[in-house]
């Protein structure tokens, strides 16, 4: 027999590892739901390859998985006739952690300071195993006809063993030697009741000490009818890896234009969130109850990601290979057949129960949002999902696109929207109040991703979507309140601010627009507004230089004052105009270099106090 080669384990494993090893997570039992939960993935791999038609090592041996206990050794025992590992994946596999998913986990892991209840939510697949074991072994050969016989040994501290055997099936054959206080682990009664729990869906037969324990049922066959609350449920735990119950679930099957049995869960959170970087597609690609895909790239769009469950249909060919899936005509059929039923359902739920949707929505706004940008094609349904406060809703209450449209104004025909970070900076801000005061409801979004959102939208059911601090508005005259500047003087006024800030503005115009403040500055038609600019900038790409509009309220105390020191003292008047419109610009997120602006006024206030001591 060949001799034993030693090795180090990664760093990162070994972090992980002693993470495992020492959590204070109590559920020890989830290590047979990883560990069966790998061997399925294995023989998912083994019938994939046997479509190829290529020789394998063991030819004729069942897809199944077969776990044994032995309470006098102390040992259980998960041995699959899956794709099994060579020297090189035995290496690779159990001895690095590759996949950047499990790194940014570690990360989270370190971050959140609470390991337990992070494991909980995502496996940490082989390596639980450590949880409960002193040594774990594996005996594996690959489904390669010329690979190795082949024994990996590990105590989990700080590095394993391979070495070669003799007479080994094809696949992976754990065996877990437990420590003295899990013994349990050991007996059948335990490991029955553990696989019931979590790995009653698993696509293959699991077989305990030579007896069938899972069902093996398919339930997006079943008709709604025959499946218990209970039943999805545990479907969705299963096949979500998730501990929470789903949020939503929808259970979905036709007959035409294709054949489709389907289910799919919007989870309770939204992983992401919690920074854990971006969730792989979810939702499995099934032909009559054979997984094809687990995470197929391009059969729902992008957005959907946060959706997990299984499509199903039989008219898929069976032998569709993951490459040309992704080009496949009927795929794509598929996946818009689904994206419209699933869009159709949230509708349908948020009106049953707003309340519910309004917990969704804080949670998973960001892939609606993202739909719009990313699905042209159900752009106007996604945005049907948009919540929203206005004008028009107490704080805290939201609106939608569809009820605006409903109280919308004779003769309006757009709808306006700001873009603030919170519901008091708009209401304090400059923009509102012309709006206000001709009855206009403005929406109120408070992301800076809604800029993009809704300047990529353009418009909802036929009505253009208006920022409300453009320039090119055009409101109606209202009767205005207080007395206003002379004709003559606001013309005098405005030729003059022109001439003095054409190095920071395109224009002055006197409006109509203004009731307290005395002046702002309007983002001009087609210029990126100023959260546009910032994400220009995070981007790397320089946002073009904007000149605004300011538009003046001539019947502002401040802009009457400014008009008489025009001629009486122009030297402060142009110091004033210059720091009003420096104000402006700030306020509007149009300065380069808000500091200054600051000092710049200090300076004034100084100047002004002195003058009048
Ligand atoms: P994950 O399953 O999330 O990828 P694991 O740590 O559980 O992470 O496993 C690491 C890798 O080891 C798997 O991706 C797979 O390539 C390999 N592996 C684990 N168990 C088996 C098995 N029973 N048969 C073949 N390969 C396996």
Not at 456 to 469: H, P, R, S
Request: proline share 3%.
């Amino acid at each position: 027999m060949s001799e034993v080669q030693q090795h180090e384990f990664q760093a990162e494993v070994k972090q992980l590892l002693d993470i495992v090893i020492h959590s204070l997570y109590t559920d020890k039992e989830i290590f047979v739901r990883e560990l069966i939960s790998n061997a399925s993935d294995a023989l998912e791999k083994m019938r994939l390859q046997q479509l190829k038609g290529e020789p394998v090592f063991d030819e004729n041996l069942p897809l199944e998985i077969n776990v044994t206990t032995d309470d006098t050794a102390k040992t259980i025992t998960i041995a699959d006739y899956g794709i099994g590992l060579t020297r090189e994946e035995l290496v690779e596999n159990l001895g690095t952690i590759a996949k950047s998913g499990t790194k940014g986990f570690l990360q989270a892991l370190k971050e959140s300071g609470d390991s337990a209840d992070v494991i909980g939510q995502f496996g940490v697949g082989f390596y639980s195993a450590f949880m409960v074991a002193d040594k774990v072994e594996v005996l594996t050969h690959s489904w390669r006809p010329d690979a190795d016989h082949l024994r990996w040994e590990s105590d989990g501290a700080t590095g394993y063993s391979i070495e070669e055997t003799e007479g080994q099936r094809r696949g992976a054959k754990l065996i877990v030697h437990l420590k003295e206080e899990f013994a349990e682990f050991a007996t059948s009664s335990r490991i029955k009741g553990i696989i019931e729990k979590y790995s009653n869906f698993v696509g293959f037969p699991v077989n305990l000490n030579g007896e069938r324990v899972n069902t093996v049922e398919a339930i997006w066959l079943k008709s709604k009818s025959d499946v218990s609350e209970e039943e999805y449920k545990d479907f969705y735990k299963f096949i979500g890896h998730d501990h929470q119950d789903p949020r939503y679930t929808l259970h979905f099957s036709a007959d035409a234009p294709l054949v489709i049995n389907s289910i799919l869960f919007v989870p309770d959170d939204n992983m992401e969130r919690m920074g854990f970087g971006q969730t792989a597609p979810g939702v499995g690609l099934y032909c009559k109850k054979v997984l094809i895909d687990a995470a197929p790239e391009k059969l729902l769009p992008e957005w959907m990601r946060f959706v997990k469950g299984v499509i199903d249909s039989e008219d898929l060919p069976l032998n569709i290979s993951r490459e040309s899936m992704q080009d496949s005509a009927l795929v794509k059929k598929l996946g818009d057949v689904m994206t419209k039923r699933f869009l159709k359902f949230l509708e349908k739920e948020a009106k049953a129960d707003e309340e519910k949707y309004a917990e969704f929505y804080k949670r998973f706004s960001r892939f609606l949002k993202e739909g719009v940008v990313q699905s042209y094609e159900h752009q106007e349904s996604l945005a049907s999902l948009l919540r929203f406060e206005s004008t028009m809703t107490e704080p805290g209450k939201t609106t939608t696109f569809a009820e605006y449209i409903d109280r919308m104004k004779d003769g309006q025909d757009e709808i306006y929207y700001l873009v603030a970070p919170t519901r008091e900076a708009i209401e304090t801000g400059p923009y509102l109040e012309a709006f206000k005061k001709r009855g206009l409801e403005v929406c109120f979004f408070l992301e800076s991703v809604d800029d993009y959102v809704l300047e990529t939208l353009g418009q909802y059911k036929e009505k253009k979507l208006v920022a409300a601090d453009r320039a090119d508005i055009e409101l109606d005259d209202v009767a205005e309140e207080g007395e206003s500047l002379s004709e003559e003087s606001t013309k005098s006024l405005v030729d003059w601010m022109t001439k003095t800030l054409s190095e920071k503005v395109d224009r002055v115009d006197a409006g109509k627009r203004l009731v307290s403040h005395p002046l702002v500055a309007l983002t001009p038609k087609d210029a990126p507004n100023a959260h546009m600019r910032a994400m220009m900038k995070a981007m790397g790409e320089d946002a073009p230089e904007v000149k605004a509009r300011l538009e003046i309220n001539p019947r502002h105390s401040l802009i009457k004052k400014l008009s008489g020191f025009q001629t009486k003292k122009p030297e402060l008047a142009e110091k004033v105009a210059k720091q009003l419109a420096d104000n402006a610009l700030l306020a509007a997120g149009l300065s380069d270099n808000p500091g200054k602006v600051v000092s710049g006024m200090s300076d004034l206030v100084e100047e002004l106090m002195s003058s009048e001591s």
